[in-house]
């Protein structure tokens, strides 16, 4: 059974920084290209970045987060971060990591290029940014 597990999140002030993990059983993050998304009150879930798998490296960004946030994998921890810095009140929300057997699958969704519903996500961890 595939489990992926969302950490990291909490309450931060304007400006302030966070950093969130996403860690699996069942399945090696390692070998998957993993995206992080988020949930925004009032908004749809949407893309925030995504990160490819084995040594690749390659990242994608959505354009609030480039320049803001930055997404990275300890291979030897098999965990994903996303480090999140200038935080502001809009990017208050559920914050989901996810990953799919399809690679491709993973980018296209995070840059809402598709609807798939990818294969194995997290449970969310709330970042709320305020005062």
């Known amino acids: 059974q595939v489990q992926l597990v969302e950490s990291g999140g909490g309450l931060v002030q304007p400006g302030g920084s966070l950093t969130l993990s996403c860690t699996a059983s069942?399945?090696?993050?390692?070998?998957?290209?993993v995206g992080w998304f988020r949930q925004v009150p009032g908004k749809d879930r949407e893309g925030v970045s995504v990160?490819?798998?084995?040594?690749?490296?390659?990242?994608y960004y959505m354009n609030f987060a480039r320049g803001r946030f930055t997404i990275s994998r300890d291979n030897a921890k098999d965990t994903v971060y996303l480090q999140m810095n200038k935080l502001g009140p809009d990017d208050t929300g559920v914050y989901y990591c996810?990953?799919?057997?399809?690679?491709?699958?993973?980018?296209?969704?995070?840059?809402?290029?598709?609807?798939?519903?990818?294969?194995?996500w997290g449970q969310g961890t709330l970042v709320t940014v305020g005062s």
């Open positions: 996810a990953t799919d057997r399809d690679p491709a699958a993973v980018r296209l969704v995070v840059a809402g290029a598709s609807d798939k519903s990818l294969e194995y």
């Open positions: 069942g399945i090696s993050l390692y070998r998957h290209a």
């Open positions: 990160i490819s798998g084995y040594d690749d490296g390659t990242t």
